[in-house]
């Protein structure tokens, strides 16, 4: 498995857990979140996207196996 930069092989540099930009974007401040509230927050605005733009505008999400 080939990541960016090889970071995904390497555990010290590697993210484990959801971050939550709290400054400007670009400034690198984040602050670590739950998976629950990170994924709350992606649900919500995906669902205000559909209910803004209709559901042709939200993207689908599917697993090959």
């Given at each position: ?15 484990t ?12 401040q ?17 669902n ?18």
């Open positions: 498995l080939v990541a960016y930069n090889g970071v995904w092989r390497d555990a010290n540099v590697r993210l857990r959801p971050l939550k930009r709290t400054g400007p974007k670009g400034a690198g984040c602050d670590p979140v739950s998976w629950d509230e990170a994924l709350g927050a992606i649900a919500s605005r995906l205000a996207i559909r209910a803004r733009d209709g559901g042709a505008h939200t993207p689908a999400c599917a697993a090959r196996r």
